[in-house]
């Protein structure tokens, strides 16, 4: 089994900086693209930003400039850093991971999500 575990989120003001980070464990052979998304109160969920294992990143227009997706694969990590934070970034946050795990001798393709992480940015 593969766990995916949020850290980092909390109560900011507006203008400030948060940083979010996902740590993936288990018997994981290889993770290929790592994403952030978030559901406001009252909304769908929605991509915040994703990066493949290569490094490539894609970002929401919302978030463009603002915010940085990145990833450490020697630790199975993504983060995802926040900058000039706004009110109507306030969400939960969570983690998802395409992941390749080596069971019973074959490779399997999963996707995990974590359980979120709260961000709230007061005005």
């Known amino acids: 089994q593969v766990h995916l575990v949020e850290s980092g989120g909390g109560l900011v003001q507006t203008g400030g900086s948060l940083r979010l980070s996902c740590a993936a464990f288990?018997?994981?052979?290889?993770?290929?693209?790592m994403c952030w998304y978030r559901q406001a109160p009252g909304k769908q969920r929605e991509l915040v930003a994703d990066?493949?294992?290569?490094?490539?990143?894609n970002y929401s227009d919302s978030v463009k400039g603002r915010f940085t997706i990145s990833r450490d694969n020697a630790k199975n990590t993504v983060y995802l850093q926040m900058n000039s934070l706004k009110p109507e970034d306030t969400a939960v946050y969570y983690c998802?991971?395409?992941?390749?795990?080596?069971?019973?001798?074959?490779?399997?393709?999963?996707?995990?999500w974590g359980k979120g992480t709260l961000v709230t940015v007061s005005s």
């Open positions: 998802y991971s395409e992941v390749t795990i080596l069971h019973m001798d074959q490779l399997h393709g999963l996707d995990y």
């Open positions: 288990g018997s994981i052979f290889r993770i290929d693209t």
């Open positions: 990066i493949a294992s290569g490094g490539s990143t």
